[in-house]
Every structure is written in structure tokens, then in C-alpha cells.
């Protein structure tokens, strides 16, 4: 009820203010005799409206989702039935792997093995892993060795050697919360869901960008999931913290290595294949964001060339609207996010400093500017309530979009020009400070 009451607030506020802003650019429009400036304002407000409607549909299907899961919370116990096999693909991780597995033994849940895959490390990383092996009746936690090969088949090398109905996949450099396989498990009692995202979480909050990053966390990434969760259609499950049905992997071939993303890959394979994806905002996965801006924009880099070729792998689904409208909407909605957001969002504010400097109405940067902040400061204030995250995150809403999201999108776009003409690019392993 309280959240209820108070998404309420947020969007009148919302709504009020921002109706306010575009009666003034309507009432400019009527002033612009040039018919170019006239066609490239008509652009921008269509694109206004797109992205605020995107916003608010989001967050209501969030909250839809939020008390959808306070209804059935009550009903669920812990389903124990399952054997939980946790394949954790590491490379060059001396840094964060005892962490990493430490979080791992201290899980609630009774039924699990741990399966670390160290891929050819020429570090420490599987000496550090290697004194953790044991066997008991209940728990079980083992180190395989293998010739390097990438992330993806070091994944389906622990799949091969695992004895789990389900498989949770957690990147070497995250720290899980104690209850978080116990969180996921209950999911797959339903037979036509295939995997459940978990929530990822900044755990090196100590500067500027770390604390943006951890702001679009909670905000771009957890939000947007709980609100695809709604209709059982998260579109990427984190490298992180994800958990999926062993069946559902090998029917669709398990992980593919074709691509930079392939968390996002095995997804829409599944959603291809007719299967629900899930999201648990409250299994919890801490990572450690990059504290460099070189250093974050070569995994932005790698995070959108991965999702275009991706997209570009599944593209005939984008045609299946009638016989699979769950995939063809699904990618739309991707193809929306990667190309023709960034590209519209540079664009706008390139044509809005135009206009501000043609027209001597130098305001309009601001009108503009204003209207993005006041929904980035609702959807963060909103996020920080459901998700109990720092409230200090919302003061940094200001620079969001001002600094964050203009880097991001022109990474994107740069990104995408990249991957369209072939140039090539290796993975570009982030290196750890430690502070998971």
C-alpha cells in the first residue's frame, strides 16, 4: 500500500511537471517558421514521448510485479527437491576468487555443488580454488581445470560434469547474498519457466562513476527487469547471479561462443524456444563496477557489440510476430535499447544546443535537461525504496543524465559503427582491485 501510495505521488509530480515543459516547447513550435527546425522539433517531441511512455509503463509493470510477489510470498516454502549445481567460469581471478566462493559456502540452501572451471588462468586462481574442495552429503564443491577457450565453454564444461536438475551460473568476480539460491529455486516449480535473473548490485562504491554505475544498477538494469518479469520476459540474464533449468539449456544447445554476450545469447534462445524467464530482485549478486571511465567504456563497448550480434544472430525472430510474439517483441524492444535509443538521444540534444543557439532560446537546454533529470530522480527514489540501497544514490540522479548516460549512449554509438564494419575487438578482461 505504502509503495502504491507513493508511486502514485511520484507519477502526478511527474506528469504534472512534465506536461508543464512540453506545453512550452509546444508553444515555441507555433513561433518556428523554419520547416527543417519545425520537422526536427516534431522528432524530438516523438521521441520525448516514447521514452517517458517506456518509462512509466516500466515502472508500473515493477510495481505490478513487486505486489504480485508480496501476495504469493506467504505460500512459498523452500523447495528443497532441487539439486542446485553453481558453475562459476573463472579466468585470472586470484583477486576476488576466495571471496567469491566464501559467499558460495555460506548459501542457505542444503542441496547444492559447486563446480569452479578455472579456464587456463596463468594466475593463482586455481591454487586459491583448489583448497576449497570437499564432499559431504548435502554439499559438494570441486575445481576443473581446462585449456583456455572463453567464458561460454567454460560454462558448458561445468555443465557437462554436473549432477544438478538446475544450473546457477555466477561469474568468479561476485559476492552472493546468503539466501539467494534459496530465492531462485522456488521459481521452477513452474514447468515453463527456464531461468531466473537475480539482482546485481555495486559492491566498490567509492567514487563518482562507481556510484553512477551503481545508480544505473538499480535503476536501468533491476528496474527494467522487474518490470519485463511482469510478463515473464527478462531479456538478459546477468553474468552475474542467474539460475536455469539443465533441461532448457541443452535443448537449445547450451551456451553459444559466437558472441560477446553470451548470457544475452542463451536467453533469447530460450525465449525462442517458447520458455518464460523470471527475475528474483532479492537474490542479490555484489560486483565490482569499473572505477576508471577508459575502463568502463571498454566494457560498455563489449556489452554492445555482444547484444547487436546477438540481435543479429536471432534476427528472423524479429519477423515472427504472429508465430512467436514473444521473441519478435522481445528483440524489437532490444533493438530499440541498443541502436535507435542512443542514436535519438545524441541527436536530441545535438538539435536542442542548435536550436537554443539559433533561436537565442537557450532555455530549452534547460527545459530539456530538467525533464529527464525530475524521471531520473522519481525511478531512482522509487528503486532505492523497493531495492534498500543507499539513499545518498538519489542525489547523484543529477549528473545521471547530465555526465552517465550521454557517455554511455555515445559509447553505444561508436560501438555500433564498430561492429557494423567488422573491426575487431577481443574481450577486454576488466582487471580487479580487490574491493568485492
Known amino acids: 500500500m505504502v509503495r502504491t501510495l507513493f508511486l502514485i505521488i511520484i507519477n502526478l509530480i511527474i506528469i504534472s511537471t512534465l506536461g508543464y515543459i512540453l506545453y512550452l516547447f509546444f508553444n515555441f513550435f507555433d513561433k518556428i517558421e523554419n520547416h527543417f527546425i519545425k520537422i526536427g522539433v516534431?522528432?524530438?517531441?516523438?521521441?520525448?514521448?516514447?521514452?517517458?511512455?517506456?518509462?512509466?509503463?516500466?515502472?508500473?509493470?515493477?510495481?505490478?510485479?513487486?505486489?504480485?510477489?508480496?501476495?504469493?510470498k506467504n505460500q512459498r516454502n523452500i523447495n528443497s527437491s532441487f539439486k542446485v549445481s553453481i558453475i562459476v567460469?573463472?579466468?585470472?581471478?586470484?583477486?576476488?576468487?576466495?571471496?567469491?566462493?566464501?559467499?558460495?559456502?555460506?548459501?542457505t540452501y542444503p542441496y547444492i555443488e559447486i563446480i569452479i572451471v578455472d579456464d587456463g588462468s596463468t594466475d593463482l586462481t586455481y591454487t586459491k580454488a583448489k583448497k576449497y574442495e570437499f564432499n559431504s552429503k548435502l554439499k559438494s564443491l570441486k575445481?576443473?581445470?581446462?585449456?583456455?577457450?572463453?567464458?561460454a565453454n567454460a560454462i558448458n564444461y561445468g555443465i557437462k560434469y554436473s549432477n544438478g536438475e538446475l544450473i546457477m551460473i555466477v561469474d568468479a568476480d561476485s559476492k552472493l547474498k546468503e539466501d539467494a539460491v534459496e530465492l531462485m529455486v522456488n521459481y521452477f516449480?513452474?514447468?515453463?519457466?527456464?531461468?531466473?535473473?537475480?539482482?546485481?548490485?555495486?559492491?566498490?562504491?567509492?567514487?563518482?562513476?562507481?556510484?553512477?554505475?551503481?545508480?544505473?544498477?538499480?535503476?536501468g538494469l533491476n528496474m527494467v527487469r522487474n518490470g519485463q518479469a511482469f510478463l515473464k520476459l527478462v531479456n538478459i540474464?546477468?553474468?552475474?547471479?542467474?539460475?536455469?533449468?539443465?533441461k532448457a539449456?541443452?535443448?537449445?544447445?547450451?551456451?553459444?561462443?559466437?558472441?560477446f554476450a553470451e548470457d544475452c545469447d542463451v536467453t533469447l534462445k530460450l525465449i525462442a524456444k517458447g520458455y518464460k524467464i523470471d527475475f528474483e530482485a532479492n537474490a542479490i549478486a555484489y560486483t565490482e563496477a569499473p572505477e576508471s571511465l577508459l575502463d568502463l567504456i571498454k566494457q560498455r563497448y563489449r556489452w554492445t557489440r555482444g547484444i547487436l550480434q546477438a540481435i543479429k544472430k536471432h534476427k528472423n525472430l524479429l519477423w515472427h510476430i504472429k508465430t512467436n510474439p514473444a521473441a519478435s517483441f522481445t528483440l524489437w524492444y532490444m533493438l530499440?535499447?541498443?541502436?535507435?535509443?542512443?542514436?535519438?538521444?545524441?541527436?536530441?540534444?545535438?538539435f536542442i544546443l542548435y536550436l537554443s543557439i539559433t533561436t537565442g532560446v537557450s532555455i530549452l537546454i534547460f527545459f530539456w535537461w530538467s525533464m529527464f533529470t525530475i524521471l531520473d530522480i522519481a525511478?531512482?527514489?522509487?528503486?532505492?525504496?523497493?531495492?534498500?540501497?543507499?539513499?545518498?544514490?538519489?542525489?547523484?540522479?543529477?549528473?545521471?543524465?547530465?555526465?552517465?548516460?550521454?557517455?554511455?549512449?555515445?559509447?553505444?554509438?561508436?560501438?555500433t559503427f564498430e561492429e557494423w564494419f567488422g573491426i575487431k575487438m577481443s574481450w577486454g578482461k576488466l582487471e580487479r582491485k580487490g574491493s568485492l
Open 189 to 219: 516449480s513452474n514447468p515453463d519457466i527456464a531461468a531466473v535473473a537475480g539482482s546485481v548490485y555495486v559492491s566498490n562504491q567509492n567514487n563518482l562513476l562507481t556510484k553512477l554505475q551503481a545508480l544505473e544498477y538499480i535503476e
Open 42 to 72: 516534431i522528432l524530438v517531441l516523438i521521441f520525448t514521448f516514447i521514452v517517458i511512455f517506456r518509462y512509466l509503463l516500466l515502472l508500473y509493470f515493477s510495481l505490478l510485479k513487486l505486489i504480485l510477489k508480496e501476495d504469493i
Open 237 to 246: 540474464i546477468p553474468g552475474p547471479i542467474g539460475m536455469f533449468r539443465k
Open 249 to 259: 539449456l541443452y535443448e537449445v544447445g547450451l551456451y553459444d561462443d559466437d558472441t
Open 379 to 415: 525511478g531512482a527514489l522509487y528503486c532505492v525504496l523497493v531495492t534498500n540501497e543507499r539513499l545518498s544514490l538519489v542525489f547523484y540522479a543529477i549528473f545521471y543524465r547530465l555526465f552517465f548516460i550521454t557517455t554511455i549512449n555515445i559509447t553505444k554509438v561508436l560501438s
Open 143 to 151: 575445481v576443473l581445470r581446462k585449456v583456455n577457450s572463453g567464458k
Open 89 to 107: 567460469p573463472a579466468y585470472n581471478e586470484e583477486i576476488v576468487i576466495d571471496t567469491s566462493i566464501k559467499s558460495l559456502l555460506n548459501q
Open 336 to 350: 530499440f535499447e541498443a541502436i535507435f535509443w542512443p542514436f535519438m538521444d545524441i541527436w536530441t540534444n545535438m
